[in-house]
């Protein structure tokens, strides 16, 4: 409405920022890298896409995933699905939980506790974010890097 009567004496325009979470970010980067939208699978060493067997809602609710790794940097909120198999979160601080995560990691979010970048609602450009405050909370990337650095250690001595 603010643009339609914004236009009705001058010219105006409106470019949301929108999506939440940087979720269109997440998608944008996957396609971008891997030439395949979100719901694509790296089980077999490449990426697979698959829209229905890779639908995260579908593999809690049937049974067919082994663990889940959540990973909400933006906002402290609950899990959106309630499951019995593990789950590992790597999310916002301050994120509380129906049923506490085998594994939480709290991170930094971008462009509070870190710089970063999320992509425009209209998905033409990225836009950077700077750091605002220091928390020592690490980077979602950082986090990830770790989970996968101790899990390939625990494959290699059979702890896994």
Not at 20 to 46: I, M, Y
Not at 49 to 60: G, H, K, T
Not at 140 to 145: C, M, W
């Amino acid at each position: 409405d603010l643009v339609t009567v914004a236009n009705e004496t001058t010219r105006f325009a409106c470019v949301p920022l929108g999506g939440n979470d940087n979720g269109l970010g997440a998608a944008q980067v996957c396609t971008w890298q891997e030439g395949f939208p979100l719901r694509t699978s790296f089980a077999s060493g490449r990426a697979g896409y698959d829209p229905y067997l890779f639908s995260w809602r579908r593999m809690i609710d049937s049974g067919d995933a082994d663990a889940v790794l959540w990973i909400s940097a933006f906002r402290a909120v609950p899990l959106p699905f309630e499951t019995g198999i593990p789950v590992i979160v790597v999310g916002a601080a301050g994120a509380e939980f129906a049923r506490e995560p085998e594994v939480y990691v709290a991170v930094g979010t971008p462009g509070v506790d870190h710089a970063g970048h999320v992509i425009r609602s209209d998905a033409v450009v990225s836009l950077p974010l700077q750091k605002l405050r220091e928390t020592g909370l690490p980077r979602t990337a950082d986090a990830l890097r770790m989970i996968e650095t101790q899990t390939a250690a625990r494959l290699k001595d059979g702890r896994c």
